[in-house]
């Protein structure tokens, strides 16, 4: 058993354990199962899972072994089984004692744990599912061990914070929501709390140390009442900005409005045109004009519902047929048009980063806003109108809005991935783990080793 023992131990990549014997049986669906029955060695069979000093020994062993799925060897699923007692630490009272192969808590063995993590930061979903044999919501309490092992504690991210970012992000169809403290200097996330508002705002500021506070010198965010309100109580020294990528999202809300009203006209039109001229059984004559005016109102409709993407994106990146849609809705669609262009001149607005341009152009685009005669239009016009310092604040410090975008969209992206766990706790860690400087690293390799073909 000598040599097998060496062998086993060097595959699970576990120290200090005995392997006692290795049984092979296959389950129903046909899989092959390696049951490794092992122990701790002598010296370390009562140690605490916590501390990991050795220990009283508190009662005798379980009656029931437990079992800890490791990574599998080739094809085989690999178990390990060992029956478990507990131990009394001095410090940390009674406990399970330590098993040198796994988290305490975890089902699992560490390597196991951490090549999920790896998996999680990398792949989507499914694949990281199928490839480890386990449920999604596994995975998540895979992240959250994994995260705690390379970062047992995150107080450091809330050290020499400057330039931070607080952004609200809503997922389940936008019934819950997410609030998160980006550090704009190094792009990764600080903090994160479920729920949004001014409370737990409040619960990030709060838990800060003066020096803490007092490092921080700008703050982003939407256009919220709470954000400036937090910033002027815990921050006062402190500049106060708006993304400008939140000013560009309120601006195609408000086209959106009005290319929507446009659509909900031409379809009651359809429907008005209908009902004057019901169909008589057979095909309409060519020459019928009844017919062709209510095959002309509903392309205007269809064209008007289609036109959403060719509105909202960036005249640089159009394809040929929404370059097409939006020549056709400049010649039949006047007002429409120049929503388009109001929304598209804020946006240029906004990247410019010469502040005495931009505060002229700023200037212009109130006017011509407030003047559009296109309600939404005027609505968005006293909101940009509010903001007006706080957002010419962003071009003013030069913070600079492709990467909080960037930073912004990856953070919506993990949030999407990461709803499917119902645990908050996890989903957060998953949030933790991908928007940080953490690199997790897969067991057995000390750096990235690529064996050439
Ligand atoms: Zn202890």
């Given amino acids: 058993m000598a040599f097998t023992n060496t062998l086993f131990k060097k595959i699970l990549n576990v120290k200090n354990i005995v392997v006692e014997k290795a049984e092979v049986h296959q389950e129903l669906d046909g899989t092959n199962h390696i049951c490794i029955s092992a122990r701790p060695t002598a010296r370390h069979m009562d140690d605490c899972p916590i501390c990991h000093k050795r220990c ?109 970012g607080i952004d609200e992000t809503s997922y389940k169809k936008g019934h819950k929501y997410i609030t998160v403290i980006i550090n704009h200097d190094n792009n990764t996330v ?23 506070l007092s490092s921080i010198k700008i703050v982003t965010g939407d256009g919220a009442k709470w954000i400036t309100e937090c910033v002027q109580e815990f921050t006062p020294e402190c500049e106060r900005c708006v993304d400008p990528f939140h000013v560009v999202e309120w601006a195609m809300e408000a086209l959106d409005e009005v290319r929507r ?7 009651r039109e359809v429907k008005k045109l209908k009902n004057e001229h019901p169909r008589t059984p057979g095909r309409p004559k060519a020459e019928d004009q009844k017919s062709q005016q209510i095959e002309a109102a ?56 010469d502040l005495a341009i931009a505060e002229a152009e700023l200037k212009r685009w109130l006017w011509k806003a407030s003047h559009s005669r296109i309600p939404a239009f005027k609505d968005l016009y006293k909101k940009v109108k509010r903001h007006k310092e706080h957002i010419l604040n962003a071009i003013r410090f030069k913070m600079s809005n492709a990467r909080m975008e960037a930073t912004n969209n990856k953070i919506k992206l993990i949030i999407r991935k990461a709803y499917g766990f119902r ?21 057995g390799r000390n750096q990235k080793s690529v064996t050439p073909a």
């Avoid at 645990?423 to 067991?443: E, W």
């Fill in 298 to 353: 509903k392309d205007k409709a269809k064209e008007l519902k289609g036109a959403r993407f060719a509105l909202g994106k960036a005249p640089e990146h159009l394809t040929e047929n929404q370059r097409l849609r939006l020549l056709i809705i400049a010649q039949t669609d006047p007002q429409l048009y120049r929503a388009y262009v109001l929304k598209e001149e804020l946006r240029l607005i906004l990247k410019e980063t």
């Fill in 56 to 164: 009283m020994r508190y009662d005798k062993k379980n009656a029931q072994p437990r079992t800890w799925r490791g990574l599998d060897w080739g094809t085989a699923v690999v178990e390990i089984v060992y029956d478990t007692h507990r131990i009394q630490c001095p410090k940390h009272g009674v406990l399970v004692a330590d098993v040198p192969w796994a988290y305490p808590n975890s089902g699992f063995t560490k390597d196991f744990d951490l090549t999920v993590g790896w998996l999680a930061v990398y792949l989507p979903r499914s694949a990281v599912s199928e490839l480890m044999r386990i449920d999604w919501e596994t995975v998540g309490r895979c992240v959250s061990r994994t995260l705690k092992e390379i970062e047992p504690s995150r107080s450091r991210r809330l050290d020499n914070l400057v330039h931070i």
């Fill in 190 to 212: 600080v903090w994160a709390a479920p729920g949004h508002g001014k409370k737990v705002l409040e619960t990030f500021y709060r838990q800060l140390k003066p020096e803490q």
């Fill in 423 to 443: 645990n908050i706790d996890n989903m957060l860690d998953l949030v933790y783990l991908v928007c940080s400087d953490l690199k997790v690293t897969l067991p």
């Fill in 261 to 267: 009203e446009r659509w909900i006209e031409a379809h």
